[in-house]
């Protein structure tokens, strides 16, 4: 069983930097916590016989310093015990579409050819809990999500997964897609050696054109300011109800009352 699992490389918000608010651009990166759950999961499914890939898309810039931060950390992917991992980085991405994310996943998923898809429930950063949907909506395959227990059996998987107020058991069909929660397990720290090991293991950079991905251009609204055009009327004779009538006989006509 060939087992993907997402790597989100998130803003460290235990490290934010500000300079006038929070600076993006300097703060550091690090790996999404729940994402270490879904990396500890993949290795202790693949024990079973099978391999596991770490999938990331780069989302903080800039660009040509955060490769290097990135690979850095999914070098602590591998170190957990992932075979290879890949990473996807380019300009287009650094965007908040979820949508462009998704398709890039999909499209390292399928290439790596993957029966099972794992990720952590959301990223510590955004928290926006999209993506395992969005990517198992691309691939088109079943989503279990919130799950705290899983094994797999004959070529289904099997599922407890967290609701608000109990717990529900599901099985589905592989390929799936499963985000995890961090009940789920207590994830490993690597040992020296494999931290050592890590250094020499696969790890794959690519670029939305490398996975024939095309995003659309960024959405983008354009505001006018509302025009108001004066009539410059003037009402000078009469009393103060006389003037009061008349002027409510002029916004009657224009049609404002």
């Known amino acids: ?23 993006v ?25 099978g391999s596991a890939y770490g999938v990331s898309v780069l989302k903080w810039g800039p660009l040509p310093r955060r ?12 170190a957990m015990g992932l075979d290879e991992a890949y990473l996807v980085a380019d300009e287009r991405l650094l965007t908040p579409s979820h949508l462009a994310t998704a398709k890039a996943i999909a ?12 990720a952590g429930e959301a ?46 058991v599901v099985e589905a069909p592989l390929p799936a897609v499963v985000s ?23 790890l794959h950079k690519l670029s939305l054109g490398d996975l024939g991905v095309e995003t659309a251009p960024k959405a983008s609204a354009v505001y006018k300011p509302l025009a108001a055009q004066r009539k410059r009327i003037i009402i000078r004779e009469g009393t103060p109800a006389e003037k009061a009538d008349k002027l409510l006989q002029y916004l009657r006509q224009e049609g404002l009352i």
């Open 123 to 168: 990223s510590v950063d955004n928290y926006t809990g999209q993506i395992p949907a969005r990517v198992a909506a691309e691939l088109r395959w079943p989503l279990v999500s919130y799950a705290r227990e899983i094994k797999v059996e004959g070529g289904r998987l099997l599922a407890k997964r967290d609701l608000e107020d109990r717990l529900e």
């Open 180 to 202: 995890v929660t961090r009940e789920i397990n207590q994830p490993r720290i690597p040992t020296l050696l494999a931290i050592k090991a890590a250094m020499k293991k696969p």
């Open 67 to 78: 490769i290097q931060e990135a690979e850095n950390l999914l070098r602590e992917a591998l």
């Open 107 to 118: 499209a390292v998923v399928k290439r790596v050819g993957a029966d099972l898809v794992l």
């Open 1 to 23: 069983m060939k087992i993907a699992v997402l790597v989100k490389i998130a803003l460290d918000a235990g490290q934010l930097r500000a300079r006038d608010g929070v600076s």
């Open 25 to 49: 651009e300097e703060t550091p990166l690090k790996i999404s916590d729940v994402d270490r759950n879904a990396v500890e999961e993949a290795v202790k499914l693949k024990g079973q016989g």
